[in-house]
Protein backbone atom coordinates (compact mmCIF):
# COMPACT_ATOMS: atom_id res chain seq x y z
CA UNK A 1 0.00 0.00 0.00
CA UNK A 2 1.43 3.45 -0.96
CA UNK A 3 0.64 7.04 0.01
CA UNK A 4 -0.44 8.14 -3.35
CA UNK A 5 -0.55 6.91 -6.96
CA UNK A 6 2.56 8.59 -8.00
CA UNK A 7 4.66 6.33 -5.69
CA UNK A 8 2.50 3.62 -6.11
CA UNK A 9 3.77 3.89 -9.80
CA UNK A 10 7.35 4.14 -8.83
CA UNK A 11 7.82 0.97 -6.53
CA UNK A 12 4.79 -0.72 -6.49
CA UNK A 13 5.08 -2.32 -9.77
CA UNK A 14 7.51 -4.22 -11.83
CA UNK A 15 8.09 -4.81 -15.42
CA UNK A 16 7.82 -8.42 -17.23
CA UNK A 17 10.36 -10.04 -19.06
CA UNK A 18 9.12 -11.68 -22.33
CA UNK A 19 7.98 -15.64 -21.72
CA UNK A 20 6.16 -18.35 -23.49
CA UNK A 21 4.29 -18.79 -20.07
CA UNK A 22 2.53 -15.55 -20.73
CA UNK A 23 2.02 -15.94 -24.73
CA UNK A 24 -1.82 -16.19 -24.20
CA UNK A 25 -2.54 -14.17 -21.03
CA UNK A 26 -4.76 -11.23 -21.77
CA UNK A 27 -4.81 -7.77 -19.80
CA UNK A 28 -7.96 -8.11 -17.76
CA UNK A 29 -8.60 -3.87 -18.47
CA UNK A 30 -8.71 -3.76 -22.46
CA UNK A 31 -9.13 -7.67 -23.09
CA UNK A 32 -6.35 -7.53 -25.75
CA UNK A 33 -3.76 -10.29 -25.46
CA UNK A 34 -0.95 -8.67 -22.91
CA UNK A 35 1.41 -11.11 -25.89
CA UNK A 36 4.52 -10.50 -23.79
CA UNK A 37 6.79 -13.17 -26.32
CA UNK A 38 8.64 -11.56 -28.21
CA UNK A 39 8.70 -13.58 -32.09
CA UNK A 40 6.87 -11.88 -34.39
CA UNK A 41 5.75 -15.27 -35.76
CA UNK A 42 4.09 -15.55 -32.97
CA UNK A 43 1.57 -12.51 -34.11
CA UNK A 44 -1.99 -13.57 -35.28
CA UNK A 45 -2.45 -12.26 -39.40
CA UNK A 46 -3.47 -8.95 -39.77
CA UNK A 47 -0.87 -7.21 -37.22
CA UNK A 48 1.25 -5.38 -38.97
CA UNK A 49 3.39 -3.84 -35.78
CA UNK A 50 3.73 -6.56 -33.06
CA UNK A 51 1.07 -6.41 -30.72
CA UNK A 52 3.53 -6.48 -27.68
CA UNK A 53 4.03 -2.72 -28.45
CA UNK A 54 0.85 -2.17 -27.79
CA UNK A 55 1.45 -2.85 -24.09
CA UNK A 56 4.20 -3.23 -21.64
CA UNK A 57 2.77 -5.19 -19.37
CA UNK A 58 3.87 -4.86 -15.37
CA UNK A 59 3.19 -6.97 -12.22
CA UNK A 60 1.63 -5.32 -9.16
CA UNK A 61 3.99 -6.32 -6.81
CA UNK A 62 1.69 -6.76 -3.90
CA UNK A 63 -1.00 -8.86 -5.44
CA UNK A 64 0.87 -10.33 -8.41
CA UNK A 65 -1.82 -9.33 -10.91
CA UNK A 66 -0.76 -8.11 -14.56
CA UNK A 67 -1.94 -6.14 -16.97
CA UNK A 68 -0.87 -3.70 -19.78
CA UNK A 69 0.95 -0.31 -18.29
CA UNK A 70 -1.18 2.30 -20.10
CA UNK A 71 -4.05 0.40 -19.71
CA UNK A 72 -3.58 -0.11 -15.75
CA UNK A 73 -2.76 3.98 -15.56
CA UNK A 74 -5.64 4.98 -17.24
CA UNK A 75 -7.72 2.88 -14.77
CA UNK A 76 -5.73 4.02 -11.65
CA UNK A 77 -6.93 7.52 -12.73
CA UNK A 78 -10.11 7.31 -11.31
CA UNK A 79 -9.63 4.09 -9.43
CA UNK A 80 -7.03 3.52 -6.45
CA UNK A 81 -7.02 -0.82 -6.32
CA UNK A 82 -6.15 -3.74 -8.87
CA UNK A 83 -8.57 -4.27 -11.94
CA UNK A 84 -8.01 -8.22 -11.44
CA UNK A 85 -8.48 -8.35 -7.32
CA UNK A 86 -9.63 -4.74 -5.92
CA UNK A 87 -6.39 -4.81 -3.64
CA UNK A 88 -6.33 -1.10 -2.30
CA UNK A 89 -3.20 -0.01 -3.76
CA UNK A 90 -2.91 3.05 -2.65
CA UNK A 91 -4.73 5.77 -0.47
CA UNK A 92 -6.62 8.16 -3.11
CA UNK A 93 -6.18 11.91 -3.18
CA UNK A 94 -9.17 13.56 -2.37
CA UNK A 95 -11.45 14.48 -4.86
CA UNK A 96 -11.31 18.54 -5.65
CA UNK A 97 -14.30 20.35 -5.17
CA UNK A 98 -15.58 23.27 -7.00
CA UNK A 99 -12.89 25.87 -8.14
CA UNK A 100 -13.28 29.59 -6.70
CA UNK A 101 -13.97 30.78 -10.34
CA UNK A 102 -16.61 27.69 -11.01
CA UNK A 103 -18.45 29.22 -7.55
CA UNK A 104 -18.24 32.61 -9.39
CA UNK A 105 -19.72 31.64 -12.43
CA UNK A 106 -22.50 30.12 -10.47
CA UNK A 107 -23.27 32.47 -8.42
CA UNK A 108 -23.31 35.18 -11.00
CA UNK A 109 -25.53 33.12 -13.43
CA UNK A 110 -28.07 32.48 -10.83
CA UNK A 111 -27.99 35.65 -8.35
CA UNK A 112 -30.37 37.73 -10.86
CA UNK A 113 -33.35 34.98 -10.54
CA UNK A 114 -32.69 34.04 -7.26
CA UNK A 115 -31.40 36.99 -5.08
CA UNK A 116 -27.53 36.56 -3.82
CA UNK A 117 -28.80 35.03 -0.41
CA UNK A 118 -30.51 32.40 -1.44
CA UNK A 119 -27.70 31.49 -3.74
CA UNK A 120 -25.14 31.52 -1.24
CA UNK A 121 -26.97 29.89 1.45
CA UNK A 122 -27.48 27.06 -1.52
CA UNK A 123 -23.84 27.50 -2.51
CA UNK A 124 -22.22 26.80 0.91
CA UNK A 125 -25.05 24.15 1.58
CA UNK A 126 -23.61 22.71 -1.92
CA UNK A 127 -20.04 22.68 -0.20
CA UNK A 128 -21.02 21.34 3.20
CA UNK A 129 -22.53 18.41 1.41
CA UNK A 130 -19.12 17.88 -0.92
CA UNK A 131 -17.36 17.85 2.68
CA UNK A 132 -19.30 15.13 4.18
CA UNK A 133 -19.37 12.95 0.82
CA UNK A 134 -15.55 12.98 0.74
CA UNK A 135 -15.13 11.99 4.26
CA UNK A 136 -17.27 9.64 4.03
CA UNK A 137 -15.69 8.05 0.88
CA UNK A 138 -12.04 8.52 2.80
CA UNK A 139 -13.45 7.10 5.89
CA UNK A 140 -15.00 3.85 3.69
CA UNK A 141 -11.57 3.47 1.76
CA UNK A 142 -9.80 3.43 5.36
CA UNK A 143 -11.64 1.04 6.73
CA UNK A 144 -11.26 -1.26 3.69
CA UNK A 145 -7.63 -0.78 4.29
CA UNK A 146 -7.80 -1.49 7.69
CA UNK A 147 -9.71 -4.54 7.29
CA UNK A 148 -7.27 -5.68 4.44
CA UNK A 149 -4.36 -5.10 6.47
CA UNK A 150 -5.78 -6.89 9.12
CA UNK A 151 -6.53 -10.26 6.34
CA UNK A 152 -2.43 -10.17 5.46
CA UNK A 153 -1.70 -9.86 9.47
CA UNK A 154 -3.75 -13.04 10.02
CA UNK A 155 -2.32 -15.06 7.17
CA UNK A 156 1.35 -14.06 8.23
CA UNK A 157 0.16 -15.57 11.18
CA UNK A 158 -1.13 -18.53 9.81
CA UNK A 159 1.86 -19.36 7.99
CA UNK A 160 4.14 -18.52 11.02
CA UNK A 161 2.25 -21.04 13.03
CA UNK A 162 2.48 -23.29 10.49
CA UNK A 163 5.70 -23.13 10.20
CA UNK A 164 6.36 -23.58 13.70
CA UNK A 165 4.08 -26.51 13.96
CA UNK A 166 6.57 -28.29 11.11
CA UNK A 167 9.47 -27.53 13.38
CA UNK A 168 8.32 -28.56 16.40
CA UNK A 169 7.25 -31.82 14.55
CA UNK A 170 10.78 -32.36 13.04
CA UNK A 171 12.55 -31.22 16.28
CA UNK A 172 10.62 -34.12 18.13
CA UNK A 173 11.41 -37.25 14.95
CA UNK A 174 15.08 -35.93 15.22
CA UNK A 175 16.07 -38.33 17.91
CA UNK A 176 14.92 -41.04 16.01
CA UNK A 177 17.16 -40.28 12.86
CA UNK A 178 19.89 -39.87 15.40
CA UNK A 179 19.53 -43.24 16.78
CA UNK A 180 19.05 -45.08 13.19
CA UNK A 181 22.22 -42.77 11.95
CA UNK A 182 24.27 -44.38 14.99
CA UNK A 183 23.44 -47.71 14.30
CA UNK A 184 24.22 -47.38 10.74
CA UNK A 185 27.30 -46.18 11.49
CA UNK A 186 28.11 -48.85 14.35
CA UNK A 187 26.41 -51.64 11.00
CA UNK A 188 29.06 -50.10 9.28
CA UNK A 189 32.24 -50.15 11.62
CA UNK A 190 31.51 -53.63 11.72
CA UNK A 191 31.48 -53.96 8.93
CA UNK A 192 34.69 -53.11 8.31
CA UNK A 193 36.20 -54.62 10.95
CA UNK A 194 34.65 -58.19 9.69
CA UNK A 195 36.65 -56.74 6.30
CA UNK A 196 39.72 -56.81 8.44
CA UNK A 197 39.69 -60.31 10.01
ZN1 LIG B 1 -4.67 -3.54 -21.74
ZN1 LIG C 1 -4.54 -7.85 -8.06
Known amino acids: MYLCMEEFFARGIETIAASEDNELRDCIICQDPLHMIPSPNSLPDGFATPIRLCHHPVRIKSCGHTHGLECLSAWLKTGYSCPTCNRILFVPEALPGPSE ?31 QLENQRRQSIMAAIAVQEQKIQEKERKRVREMEIKWEDNVEEEPDWDTSDNED ?8 MDGEL
Not at 185 to 192: C, S, T, V
Open 101 to 131: EEINDVFYELKNEYGERPVTIAIINYLNHHD
Open 185 to 192: AEDAEDAD
